[in-house]
């Protein structure tokens, strides 16, 4: 940022496609300020269900807290889009599972669906347990898009309103200046004709695309030439960022 007396705090961000078959994703972000990053693989399964379409997100991601010298990994959920062929709108439906070893605590957020008659959309509801006491120390509920009270057995509760939340718009290099092998850049042509609601021009670039890539998979395997990532290697049957923060950091021994 050029004015960090008004952004104290960046968020970097990355991510890379580390393998076509399945379609893995490997993505990281960091805020050095907060001494925080996270480290997350996804791909996904889809199936139509009659007037929808359901996604699974299969992976895990990591968040590392340098400060405490913790990691907490969790899953992630599912994706659905409705009324397809109408007016089309998403929800998130599924359990997501959050632990620490270190710490004890685990939490399980469910997201509800909408009920085909009556009912909210984007409804959630968390338990926060302390798993060495097997005690739960927190309940969470609400609209993960909106207003989540958060209810203490202490007795103190919590509200907040996501949708008064700061954003702050991400920030990204011009065309020109990435690389070749950039989405942005790789898929301009494909973008700008789906802007243009012209679709016959989309799948042509598409189709141009797709063949090119053929073709250099083509080469590799004459050569071969293995093919490598640039950010991220494969541990065990997930995916890690190469560089990542807790490796830069002094104060910081891995619990890994």
């Known amino acids: ?3 960090p007396e008004l952004f104290p705090y960046q968020v970097r961000f990355v991510a890379e496609q580390v393998s076509h078959h399945p379609p893995v994703s490997g993505f990281y972000a960091e805020c050095p300020e907060r001494q925080m990053c996270v480290n997350t693989h996804v791909w996904t399964k889809s199936k139509f269900m009659g007037m929808s379409i359901g996604v699974s997100m299969i992976g895990e991601g990591c968040l590392h807290l340098l400060e405490h010298d913790e990691e907490y990994t969790f899953t992630l959920p599912c994706a659905y889009a409705r009324s397809i062929l109408t007016v089309p709108w998403v929800e998130l439906g599924g ?5 620490c070893n270190k710490s004890g605590y685990s939490a399980v957020i469910t997201f509800q669906t909408k009920p085909f008659y009556g009912g909210k959309l984007h409804k959630v509801t968390a338990e926060v347990k302390h798993n060495p006491t097997n005690a739960v120390v927190c309940r969470v509920q609400g609209e993960w898009n909106g207003v989540l009270e958060f209810s203490y057995t202490s007795g103190e509760t ?28 790789l898929w301009q042509h494909v973008t700008e004709a789906l802007r243009q609601k012209d679709i016959d021009k989309a799948t042509e670039h598409k189709r141009v695309l797709e063949e090119r890539q053929r073709a250099e998979e083509r080469q590799r395997a004459e050569t071969e030439m ?6 991220f290697d494969q541990e065990g049957e997930g995916w890690a960022y190469s560089k990542p923060l807790w490796k830069n950091s002094k104060s910081y021994v891995s619990c890994l």
């Open 95 to 99: 359990k997501v599972n959050i632990a």
């Open 1 to 3: 940022m050029s004015h």
């Open 226 to 231: 293995p093919w490598r990532t640039r950010y």
């Open 158 to 185: 919590k509200v907040v309103d996501v949708t008064k939340l700061p954003v702050t718009r991400k920030r990204v290099r011009p065309i020109e200046k990435q690389a070749p092998t950039e989405s942005r850049r």
